[in-house]
T-cell receptor, first 112, second 114 residues
Framework: SQKIEQNSEALNIQEGKTATLTCNYT??????LQWYRQDPGRGPVFLLL?????KEKRKERLKVTFDTTLKQSLFHITASQPADSATYLC???????????FGAGTRLAVHP | EAQVTQNPRYLITVTGKKLTVTCSQN?????MSWYRQDPGLGLRQIYY???????DKGDVPEGYKVSRKEKRNFPLILESPSPNQTSLYFC?????????????FGPGTRLTVT
């Protein structure tokens, strides 16, 4: 069956360190993968999109990698800050027409 | 300001009482979707629409209806709500640009069915 897995346990890190979140998928061949940020009680906010022919994408302190052989994406936040504390969701584009499949998300807590 | 709005934000209702959650976007987006979010399950797509009068089922469409009579509006209808439809609902919109697929989400509607 098709699955998208993100670490369900919260990730706790110290301010200034690099946070690394993992998204693994099975039985998909996505052309694109996206990452979103969600704060409590609010809708997800788009962060980055990476295509299957891109190994890495950067935006300010954010970096995403996409390994279609391992069927895995890694999401990095460098020089993390308490304001980065949120839940981060990965999503695959499956079947076109904006049909997104979301992972359950990983909660990140950055401590001062 | 570019945004997706949903109403109501909070709703408590009883089993079987028909309800509608409205969704509106001001970005002239072609695509609109409805999702529900439940703890541990993540966001699951209920229905989506590719343009006016064009809708299709997502992964969990049972018990829901939608319509797209105008480009900006995409209401979600629960004809006979049941307790298992208690959830947090999000509406989203996006452009038809296949190189983007960036979804703009509304603020959410928390529905409780007793």
């Amino acid at each position: 069956s098709q699955k998208i897995e993100q670490n369900s346990e919260a990730l706790n890190i110290q301010e200034g360190k690099t946070a690394t979140l993992t998204c693994n998928y099975t039985n998909y061949s996505p052309a694109y993968l996206q990452w979103y940020r969600q704060d409590p009680g609010r809708g997800p906010v788009f962060l980055l999109l990476i295509r299957e022919n891109e190994k890495e994408k950067r935006k300010e302190r954010l970096k995403v990698t996409f390994d279609t052989t391992l069927k895995q994406s890694l999401f990095h936040i460098t020089a993390s800050q308490p304001a980065d504390s949120a839940t981060y969701l990965c999503a695959l584009i499956s079947g076109g027409y904006n049909k997104l499949i979301f992972g359950a998300g990983t909660r990140l807590a950055v401590h001062p | 300001e570019a945004q997706v709005t949903q109403n109501p934000r909070y709703l408590i209702t009883v089993t079987g009482k028909k309800l509608t959650v409205t969704c509106s976007q001001n970005m002239n987006h072609e695509y609109m979707s409805w999702y529900r979010q439940d703890p541990g399950l993540g966001l699951r797509q209920i229905y989506y629409s590719m343009n006016v009068e064009v809708t299709d089922k997502g992964d969990v469409p049972e018990g829901y209806k939608v319509s797209r009579k105008e480009k900006r509006n995409f209401p979600l209808i629960l004809e006979s709500p049941s307790p298992n439809q208690t959830s947090l609902y999000f509406c989203a919109s996006s452009r038809s640009d296949r190189y983007s697929y960036e979804q703009y989400f509304g603020p959410g509607t928390r529905l409780t069915v007793t």
